[in-house]
C-alpha cells in the first residue's frame, strides 16, 4: 500500500524536462519543489512511505524505500508485499520447484541413501494432513527437495507412528540430510511419563511428567518417599540418581548434621535456597536460609573448599565461586552470611565450628541446648542404617552387601563401623576382617601332599613352617621344576606334589 501523496525533490538537469512536461515550473537548479508520487519516474530514488497489503503480516509498520523499488516489487494485483509475504505468498512453490530442477526430491534421497526400513518408517511419518503451504497446496516427500529448509523455515511436519495420541512436529529435513542431527525420534516418545514412569511417584506436580524428556537440565520439585521432604531436582539427575534427600539420603555428612541441629533451633529454615524463591539467587544455591535478622545464610564448605581435589577441580575455581556467592548474597541485603568449616564429617569438629561462629549469638543459644548425638544419628541414617539393618538381618557377608547396595565393601565396612559406634549393629571390623582373610586364604590354598612320609597339608604355607621349607621350593618340586624339597633328621629327601594331581593318578 502507497501510503506518501507526494514528495520532495530537486531540479536537476536530468529531470528539468521530464516535470515541465508534467506541467511543473522550472525555477533553478538545487531548488526543491513538492511532486505528486504518480508523476515521478519509474527510475525515481525518491523515498516513499508503504506499507504491506498482506492482512497477516506480522510488521504492519512503514516502510521507507526508494520508488523504483516501489514499482519492482508491485505485485500483479497491483499490491506491494514486503520480502517475507512474497516468500510466504509466492516464493514457496516456485522455489521448492527451483530447488527440485536443480537436485533431487527427499523421498528420492531417502530411497538412495536409506536402508528400505528406515526409508519406509521415515516416509510414512511424514504428515499429509499439516504439510500444506500458506495456499492451501498438499507438500508431499516427492515435492521437496532434499535441501529444503520447510515450511516458513522452520520444518516438515512428521507424526509418531508408536503414540498417535502424539502431536506432529516440524523436523529438519536438511539438517538429517547433511547428518549434522537425527529426527527419527519423536521427542515426545522421550517424555519420562514413557521412558520412566515410574519416577512418577517422586513429582509433587505429576503433569511435569508429561513437560520434560529425560535428558532434561529443567528443575522440578520432587518428595522424598521416606521422609516427604520437597526438594528442587534436575530431571537428569532424577533419571540418573533418583531423589537425593538432605534429611535422609546417603552422604552429605555435614548439610543433614546441620539440618537436624537447626529443626532443634528453628520452626522455619530453608535449604538448598535457590531462584524460586529469591529470583537473585540466580544460578547459585545455598545450603540453609533463616528468615531472621535480615535473612541468615548457612554454608557448610566441606574438604573441597579448602584443598585441592581432582574430582572437584580447581581449588581456585571453587573459592572464586564461593566469593561470588557470598558478595551476591551480601549485595542482595543479607546481613548474616555464615560460613562454617565442614571438611570433617565428624561430630566433635563440626560442633566446635558452629559454637565458634555467631550462630549461637544470632539464634541465641547454648551448646547444652543441642542433643548433639541426635544430630550426628541423623546425620548417619539413611544408607547406613539400612546395611546395618541388612547385617543384622543375618546377611553377614560384607560382598554381599556391597552388591545389594551397588557400592564397594570398603564403603559397607566404613557404614558398618559409624553403625557399631552409633550401636546400630554389633559389627566388629576386626574379627570381621580376620574371619575374611581366613576364608580367601583357604579358598586360594592349594593342598599338597608328601609322597615321602604322605602327610597331606592344606596349603603349601603349613608344610613349609612343618619342616622349615620355602615354600617356593615346595611349589617348584609340585611344578617338576626340581626333585624334592627339604630333608628329614635323617637325611631322607622330601618329594612333594599337588594333592589334586596325586588324587587323579590313584584313580587312573
Not at 371 to 380: E, T
Not at 412 to 432: A, D, K, M, P, S
Request: aromatic fraction near 12%; charged fraction near 30%; charge should be positive.
Amino acid at each position: 500500500m502507497l501510503v506518501s501523496r507526494t514528495v520532495m525533490i530537486n531540479w536537476h538537469p536530468r529531470n528539468k524536462a521530464w516535470y515541465e512536461n508534467k506541467g511543473y515550473v522550472y525555477t533553478k537548479i538545487g531548488d526543491e519543489f513538492e511532486v505528486k508520487v504518480e508523476d515521478l519516474s519509474d527510475g525515481s530514488s525518491a523515498s516513499v512511505d508503504v506499507k504491506c497489503d498482506c492482512q497477516e503480516c506480522n510488521s504492519q509498520i512503514l516502510h521507507n524505500i526508494p520508488w523504483q523499488n516501489y514499482n519492482r516489487y508491485l505485485h500483479e494485483d497491483n499490491k506491494y508485499y514486503c520480502k517475507q509475504c512474497v516468500m510466504i505468498l509466492y516464493g514457496g512453490d516456485k522455489g521448492r520447484k527451483t530447488k527440485l530442477s536443480k537436485g533431487k526430491s527427499f523421498k528420492k534421497w531417502c530411497y538412495e541413501n536409506l536402508s528400505k526400513k528406515m526409508e519406509d518408517y521415515i516416509l510414512e511419518r511424514w504428515d499429509y494432513n499439516k504439510n500444506i503451504d500458506r495456499n492451501g497446496k498438499l507438500i508431499t516427500p516427492n515435492d521437496v527437495a532434499f535441501g529444503s529448509t520447510g515450511i516458513n523455515n522452520k520444518g516438515y511436519w512428521f507424526k509418531c507412528l508408536e503414540h498417535p495420541e502424539h502431536t506432529s512436529e516440524q523436523k529438519s529435513i536438511c539438517s538429517f540430510t547433511n547428518g549434522k542431527q537425527s529426527f527419527i525420534d519423536c521427542s515426545q516418545c522421550n517424555m519420562i511419563n514413557i521412558t520412566h514412569p515410574n519416577l512418577s511417584v517422586f513429582l509433587v506436580n505429576k503433569d511435569d511428567m508429561f513437560k520434560y524428556s529425560m535428558g532434561s537440565k529443567n528443575m522440578i520439585l520432587t518428595k522424598c518417599l521416606e521422609c516427604g521432604h520437597n526438594k528442587e531436582t534436575r530431571v537428569v539427575d532424577l533419571v540418573k540418581f533418583g531423589v537425593r534427600c538432605p534429611r535422609c539420603s546417603s552422604g552429605h555428612y555435614p548439610e543433614k548434621f546441620l539440618f537436624s541441629m537447626l529443626e532443634q533451633l528453628c520452626e522455619k529454615f530453608q535449604t538448598q535456597l535457590s531462584k524460586t524463591t529469591f529470583k537473585w539467587c540466580g544460578k547459585y544455591k545455598y545450603d540453609f536460609y533463616i528468615d531472621k535478622m535480615n535473612g541468615i545464610i548457612i554454608e557448610a564448605m566441606g574438604l573441597q573448599h579448602y584443598e585441592e581435589n581432582k574430582l572437584w577441580g580447581s581449588l581456585l575455581k571453587i573459592q572464586k565461586n564461593d566469593k561470588d556467592k557470598e558478595n551476591l548474597a551480601k549485595a542482595n541485603e543479607i546481613s548474616n552470611y555464615l560460613i562454617l568449616d565442614c571438611r570433617k564429617s565428624e561430630l566433635e569438629w563440626i560442633k566446635n565450628n558452629v559454637m565458634q561462629s555467631k550462630l549461637p549469638q544470632l539464634l541465641n543459644f547454648k551448646e547444652e541446648d543441642i542433643d548433639w548425638i541426635q544430630c550426628d544419628k541423623y546425620a548417619r541414617t539413611g544408607i547406613t542404617k539400612k546395611i546395618c539393618e541388612v547385617w543384622n538381618s543375618g546377611v553377614t557377608n560384607v560382598l554381599e552387601i556391597a552388591e545389594i547396595f551397588k557400592i564397594n565393601s570398603v564403603t559397607v565396612r566404613r557404614h558398618l563401623n559409624q553403625g557399631f559406634l552409633l550401636e546400630w549393629t554389633n559389627y566388629n571390623g576386626q574379627e570381621e576382617i580376620n574371619k575374611n582373610f581366613k576364608i580367601i586364604h583357604e579358598k586360594n590354598s592349594v593342598k599338597v601332599i608328601c609322597l615321602t612320609t604322605n602327610e597331606i597339608f592344606n596349603s603349601q604355607s603349613d608344610a613349609s613352617r612343618k619342616y622349615n621349607i620355602n615354600k617356593t621350593s615346595i611349589s617348584s618340586c609340585c611344578g617338576k621344576k626340581r626333585k624334592s624339597a627339604g630333608k628329614l633328621e635323617d637325611g631322607t629327601k622330601l618329594v612333594w606334589e599337588y594333592y589334586d594331581k596325586y588324587l587323579e593318578k590313584q584313580q587312573k
